[in-house]
């Protein structure tokens, strides 16, 4: 095994061969992702999107995180909120990762059943796993901010995940 040193030294950036950013966008969705709604509260109101950049950062302390895009409406309310609580949809959510993702906040909420965190956030009742955050860190990433969230709170239960790939949903299979 190579051993890497502790700090990379600075190197020239690699051109980058091909340019077309939808060939970028379809390299990317070869990555299979669970899917998620993060929510939030701001201004008293409820915010959500779909999101499925969510990652595990750390154990100890408990720290995940996800990306939103600077130009995102939604950008104000989930960097100045002070928290969110991010959402794993199971198989059955299908339709509701399609509602989050487009829309304006009272139809992205409209007839989905939530329940209200101590943060007072909205955390999705069906969801298969929910993990209550507060804003630990923002970190700028190009047309992003990785957002980072200390986990206060988290609940699970046993169902199948609402998978994503090559831009289709699906879910993922246990091996025998």
């Known amino acids: 095994m190579r051993h890497l040193p502790d700090t990379m030294p600075a190197t020239a950036p690699v051109p ?9 966008r379809k390299a990317l969705s070869c990555f299979a992702t669970g899917v998620t ?8 109101s ?4 779909t999101c499925n950049s969510f990652s595990s950062v750390s154990l100890e302390p408990r720290l995940v995180l996800w990306s939103i895009r600077k130009a995102a409406s939604s950008l104000e309310a989930f960097t100045q909120s002070g928290g969110f609580t991010v959402n794993v949809l199971s198989q059955p959510q299908q339709a509701l990762a399609r509602q ?11 007839n989905v059943p939530v ?3 101590a943060g007072d956030r909205l955390r999705l009742s ?14 700028d990433a190009g047309d992003h901010h990785i957002v980072i969230g200390q986990v206060q709170d988290f609940g699970w239960r046993d169902a199948a995940a609402l998978g994503f790939w090559r831009s289709q949903f699906g879910q993922f299979q246990v091996a025998p």
Do not use: I, K
């Open 126 to 139: 069906e969801s298969l796993a929910w993990f209550d955050c507060s804003l630990h860190q923002l970190v």
């Open 100 to 110: 989050f993702a487009t829309g304006d906040m009272a139809a992205r909420f409209a």
């Open 16 to 24: 980058v061969v091909n340019q077309d950013p939808a060939d970028y």
């Open 46 to 49: 409820d915010w959500g999107m």
């Open 37 to 44: 709604v993060v929510t939030t509260r701001w201004q008293d």
């Open 115 to 117: 329940q209200r965190q």
